[in-house]
Nanobody
């Protein structure tokens, strides 16, 4: 699966952005799609996941502010980000088939996009 993110940019605190991830290749066999992010000098953090049955999950850091969704007809994954905070500043990555089971990540045929930068100013 090939993944290409778009929609990043600079926004003031309290603002909104919508990220998109266009997928191509063998997308029909994907177990899950997710958004990860990496802030400067920090490790990568999984923040939102949508499974093949449509169920979604979020990290505590974004729950209630971010919404993950997908349009299967367009093979596109989205992340609607509202009420953005400066601590949301990071590189955001679209990821296929790295699925969290509540305790650990299960990796299938994992693909990462190249990332899109989000910068939130106070």
């Amino acid at each position: 699966v090939q993944l290409v993110e778009s929609g990043g940019g600079s926004v003031q605190a309290g603002g909104s952005l919508r990220l998109s991830c266009a997928a191509s290749g063998h997308t029909s066999s994907t177990h899950c799609m997710a958004w990860f992010r990496q802030a400067p000098e920090k490790g990568r953090e999984g923040i939102a996941e949508i499974d093949s049955d449509g169920s979604t999950s979020y990290s505590d850091s974004v729950k209630g502010r971010f919404t993950i969704s997908k349009d299967s007809a367009k093979n596109t994954l989205y992340l609607q980000m509202n009420s953005l905070k400066p601590e949301d500043t990071a590189m955001y990555y679209c990821v296929a088939d790295r699925c969290f089971d509540g305790k650990k990540y299960i990796e299938y045929d994992v693909s990462w996009g190249q990332g899109t930068q989000v910068t939130v100013s106070s």
